[in-house]
């Protein structure tokens, strides 16, 4: 299972299926992401800041947030090869793409997290 869909079903949005593209018009269900994320970073040890932060949105989810992973999901997800070396950049690209990625599958995420 690739580190997106891992994403994607930790948050219940659709199946493992979800990152490919549809090939059929039908119907997604909406998942208030918000509230999961808000939830889960609440009962987390750490205070963590998944709204800003690729690291702190994988913590909360339980999932793999070292650098190796992180360049994996961005490799997985169409990273610019420019930014790989930089992971700062890297980051960057990868926080904005994953909630976009999340919002294109049905996750309500609120606009502002998305510009």
Do not use: Y
């Not at 949005?13 to 208030?32: F, K, R």
């Not at 961005?74 to 909630?99: D, F, I």
């Amino acid at each position: 299972m690739s580190l997106f869909s891992s994403i994607l079903a930790k948050l219940g949005i659709g199946s493992a299926e979800a990152a490919a593209p549809a090939t059929t018009a039908t119907a997604i269900d909406t998942v208030d992401v918000m509230a999961k994320l808000e939830g889960m970073a609440g009962a987390h040890a750490e205070k963590l800041n998944w709204k800003t932060s690729i690291v702190d949105l994988l913590k909360v989810l339980g999932l793999d947030s070292s650098l190796t992973a992180r360049k994996e999901l961005a490799t997985e997800l169409g990273c610019p090869a420019a930014m790989m070396g930089e992971s700062a950049q890297m980051n960057t690209w990868l926080h904005k793409t994953v909630l976009q990625k999340l919002a294109e599958n049905g996750g309500n995420i609120p606009k502002e997290l998305l510009d």
